[in-house]
């Protein structure tokens, strides 16, 4: 167990040094530079903005200094193009409005996607599992930035209280949340239903109906567990669809999350932001990771008698 | 063994796979829906029936549905149509193009990994689920940008050495950052289903008496071992493309994808959004096709993977 725990977690070192590496010399090919705003700026001035971010240096140089300052300090380095700005003041604002939004979006597929999926397993091949599979099927097919737009015009228009644009009060989380949960509890949905539907034709179930344990016992007590499996395996996958679909929501909804700020760096070509953003996103994926890797060790024992998987 | 002088004797496995989709009525509707989608956005604007999607009738802006604008116009007038025909030839286009550019990094990494084995094998798949814990997205969106400028140079390569004019290539090779950043990036699976159909057909007899025989690895490899796993992988594919189109059009929709003077499924339902209180048809239109093909695709897939698969299907 402490052995997968550190394989796993010396993985999600890797992970994010290869993320963040990709991520720097990517980010030195984009065409254009930081500071082609406006106005074009005179020589001069550019070739001292560029030795005072230390973007004069050799890429190398600059690559083994913004790792000191991460390791060192913490310190991901200013925002190129907002001046005086550091970028982890952007992420301490921003990371938080991001997270809220995936776990309330997380929350809604979850709490949607497995209760569908299990009625949908135990009248498998009847309406309500063709009813269930065919809405799952358009959620997979109907993307964010449809469901987003439509949403705005038809809830957050005619809701009171509802609002379709920014982040001033807890009411504002309703509408992205709520995009980015239907749009997973699709996937969750069709999960469910294929693991639940395989368990619930095992030999063990058939003996315990045989001697007469009731629907809601069968389901949840004998059934749930191992048939959860397949769905839970797609809760890491998952939470990086979140972040995709938060680029999209966070855009339509204009929500002051990662994602939005993402979107302008990249447009800006906020080198230190890019950066400081993408090794954000890894933390968060390699965490995810690692905690739906605990959870299906505790669901299933097999994993857990292995020790490694 | 003998072999049944009977040609009808046995069902091959093609055989069997076929007519298990032909019987799987959602996967046969998919398939014909998608015929006609990619007709009707590849070869129907060839005809003059079709309007010009950049083309403005300033005498019918953001215009209703009626005969002449069978889909209505948009707000400068161009007809909606044409536009969502043409975006479509886009969508699919980025769609197809770049499933390919998965496909065959896919098939070559899975091929050599499987076939090689031993530490190599382990070490080439443990880079994949390296890559499989980064977000897609965010890496496909700096990728495809940092390599807008070598794309350039390419599109005025093309232009000195074939004699096309700017105009005519420079719309397809615009999109070959998002071809190859999307392709690049999305390989990882096949390459899985790849290596393990490898290392299951790398231990048959016929892969032995080849190698018994003296030929070459390379030999073995693309004259006897891929052949025998394309089908499978092909298959995988399909299931591949809707996911493809989906990150191309989030892209666009963003505004870090598809660029005017193109425009794809993604980009118009941007424009559809952002006017969809005025004219909801904007949004309608471009999004019911999207997401009709997107759903065929997934059918057609699911219906595939069913077919030549039984084992691996979810019912």
């Known amino acids: 167990m402490t052995r997968l725990l550190l394989k796993r977690l010396l993985q999600g070192v890797l992970v994010v040094v290869v993320l963040q590496t990709i991520t720097f010399f990517l980010v030195r090919l984009l065409p254009g530079n930081p500071f082609l705003g406006e106005r074009k700026l005179p020589q001069h001035v550019m070739e001292q903005l560029n030795s005072l971010y230390g973007l004069d240096k050799s890429a190398w140089v600059q690559y083994l200094n913004y790792w000191k300052g991460i390791i060192l300090h913490g310190d991901f380095g200013p925002s190129l193009v907002r001046e005086g700005v550091q970028v982890s003041d952007i992420i301490a604002q921003s990371f938080p409005v991001s997270l809220w939004l995936g776990v309330l979006g997380m929350g809604i597929a979850v709490c949607i996607g497995i209760p569908a999926g299990m009625l949908a397993a135990w009248w498998r091949n009847r309406w309500p599992d063709a009813l269930i599979m065919l809405v799952a099927m358009a959620?997979?097919?109907?993307?964010?930035?449809?469901?987003?737009?439509?949403?705005?015009?038809?809830?957050?228009?005619?809701?009171?209280?509802?609002?379709?644009?920014?982040?001033?009060?807890?009411?504002?989380?309703?509408?992205?949340?709520?995009?980015?949960?239907?749009?997973?509890?699709?996937?969750?949905?069709?999960?469910?239903?294929?693991?639940?539907?395989?368990?619930?034709?095992?030999?063990?179930?058939?003996?315990?109906?045989?001697?007469?344990?009731?629907?809601?016992?069968?389901?949840?007590?004998?059934?749930?567990?191992?048939?959860?499996?397949?769905?839970?395996?797609?809760?890491?996958?998952?939470?990086?669809?979140?972040?995709?679909?938060?680029?999209?929501?966070?855009?339509?909804?204009?929500?002051?999350?990662?994602?939005?700020?993402?979107v302008n760096a990249t447009t800006d070509r906020d080198y230190f932001l890019i950066q400081g953003l993408v090794f954000c996103y890894g933390v968060l994926i390699v965490l995810a990771n690692l905690v739906v890797d605990l959870v299906l060790v505790a669901l299933n024992p097999q994993l857990r008698s292995q020790g490694a998987a | 063994m003998k072999i049944s002088p009977d040609k009808n004797a046995g069902n091959s496995l093609w055989k069997d796979a076929r007519r298990r989709l032909m019987r799987n009525r959602a996967a046969v509707a998919s398939l014909i829906f998608l015929v006609i989608m990619l007709l009707a956005c590849f070869v129907l604007p060839l005809f003059p029936c079709i309007a010009n999607p950049n083309a403005t009738d300033l005498d019918n802006i953001a215009a209703a549905c009626s005969l002449q604008h069978p889909f209505g116009t948009d707000q400068l007038g161009r007809d909606l149509l044409a536009r969502v025909l043409y975006g479509g030839r886009i969508s699919l286009l980025v769609g197809i193009v770049a499933t390919v550019v998965a496909f065959i990094i896919g098939l070559i990494y899975g091929l050599f990994s499987g076939y090689v084995g031993g530490r190599t094998d382990v070490l080439m798949m443990r880079t994949v689920d390296v890559l499989f814990a980064l977000p897609f997205i965010v890496l496909v969106i700096v990728f495809s940008l940092s390599i807008e400028e070598p794309s350039q140079h390419l599109t005025a390569w093309v232009v000195e050495h074939t004699g096309w004019s700017r105009e005519s290539v420079a719309p397809v090779l615009g999109l070959v950052p998002l071809f190859i950043a999307i392709g690049a990036l999305g390989w990882l699976t096949l390459a899985r289903i790849v290596r393990t159909q490898t290392l299951a057909i790398k231990s048959q007899e016929y892969v032995l008496a080849a190698r018994s025989l003296g030929l070459s690895h390379w030999r073995i490899l693309f004259g006897h071992i891929a052949p025998n796993l394309l089908g499978t992988v092909v298959v995988y594919t399909t299931l591949a493309v809707p996911g493809i189109m989906l990150t191309e059009s989030t892209l666009s929709f963003i505004g870090l994808g598809v660029r005017a003077p193109n425009s794809s499924w993604g980009t118009l339902i941007k424009e559809g959004a952002d006017r969809m209180e005025a004219t909801p048809e904007l949004l309608i239109f471009p999004a019911l096709f999207f997401c009709l093909t997107l759903l065929a695709l997934n059918f057609l897939g699911d219906g595939l993977r069913d077919a030549i698969d039984p084992k691996s299907s979810k019912d």
């Open chain 1, 139 to 262: 959620g997979i097919c109907i993307p964010a930035f449809v469901v987003a737009p439509v949403f705005g015009i038809t809830l957050g228009m005619h809701v009171p209280g509802l609002s379709v644009a920014g982040w001033d009060n807890p009411l504002c989380a309703v509408l992205p949340a709520l995009t980015l949960g239907l749009i997973n509890a699709a996937y969750i949905a069709r999960l469910t239903r294929g693991g639940m539907a395989e368990v619930l034709s095992a030999d063990y179930i058939r003996t315990a109906r045989a001697k007469g344990v009731g629907a809601g016992r069968l389901l949840f007590v004998h059934a749930l567990r191992s048939g959860l499996l397949p769905a839970v395996s797609y809760l890491g996958p998952a939470f990086a669809a979140l972040i995709t679909g938060s680029f999209v929501v966070e855009t339509c909804f204009q929500v002051p999350g990662m994602g939005l700020h993402f």
